[in-house]
């Protein structure tokens, strides 16, 4: 069956240091891989999107890493902040649709 | 703040009813999409409209139907109300009737609870 697979056990991180997200997914081949920041009881808020040719795409203290083999994206934030605590959302495209992962909690402690 | 305005914020309707949830999409953008979104989960596609055309639909019953207009606003209509449908609704804007391959941009979203 086909599966979107994010850890849904909060992930806390201590202010400073890099947060690691993992999306992995299994019988899909998407072309494109988006990530997304949800706050609660808001819509979701675009963060990055790599496409299946690109191997890892950056923003400010943002990366992505899209490995198609593995079948898996990496989602990254360097010197991570309180602010960016919330809930981070990967979703791919199939039959030009976008499907999510559940999400992951991310705590960033001061 | 995106642009993407939903109405209402909040609704509470009783099991039977019908609900009609409204979006307006960003300046300039020709697409809408309605997602569904329960507690702890994430978004699931209902369908989406472009140029006022449904062009794409996933896996929900012909209760949760549509409409987009010349303005390329949009409502979101669920006939006969079921508790399972209490959930945060979620409307998106993007460019060019695709949003797998571009960003959408998301309205803050309308909590429905049937009780």
């Known amino acids: 069956s086909q599966k979107i697979e994010q850890n849904s056990e909060a992930l806390n991180i201590q202010e400073g240091k890099t947060a690691t997200l993992t999306c992995n997914y299994t019988?899909?081949?998407?072309?494109?891989l988006q990530w997304y920041r949800q706050d609660p009881g808001r819509g979701p808020v675009f963060l990055l999107l790599?496409?299946?040719n690109e191997k890892e795409k950056r923003k400010e203290r943002l990366k992505v890493t899209f490995d198609t083999t593995l079948k898996q994206s990496l989602f990254h934030i360097t010197a991570s902040q309180p602010a960016d605590s919330a809930t981070y959302l990967c979703?791919?495209?199939?039959?030009?649709?976008?499907?999510w992962g559940a999400g992951t909690k991310l705590i960033i402690k001061p | 703040e995106t642009g993407v305005t939903q109405s209402p914020t909040h609704l509470i309707k009783t099991r039977g009813q019908q609900v009609t949830l409204r979006c307006s999409s960003q300046s300039g953008h020709n697409t809408v999409s309605w997602y569904q979104q329960a507690l702890g989960q994430g978004p699931q596609f209902i369908f989406q409209?472009?140029?006022?055309?449904?062009?794409g639909r996933g896996n929900f019953p012909p209760r949760f139907s549509g409409l987009q207009f010349p303005n390329y606003s949009s409502e979101l209509n669920v006939n006969a109300l079921e508790l399972d449908d209490s959930a945060l609704y979620l409307c998106?804007?993007?460019?060019?009737?695709?949003?797998?391959?571009?960003?959408?941009?998301f309205g803050q979203g309308t909590r429905l609870t049937v009780v």
């Open positions: 019988n899909y081949s998407p072309a494109y």
């Open positions: 998106a804007s993007s460019l060019g009737g695709r949003t797998e391959n571009t960003e959408a941009f």
């Open positions: 409209y472009y140029r006022e055309e449904e062009n």
């Open positions: 979703a791919l495209d199939s039959n030009y649709q976008l499907i």
């Open positions: 790599i496409r299946e």
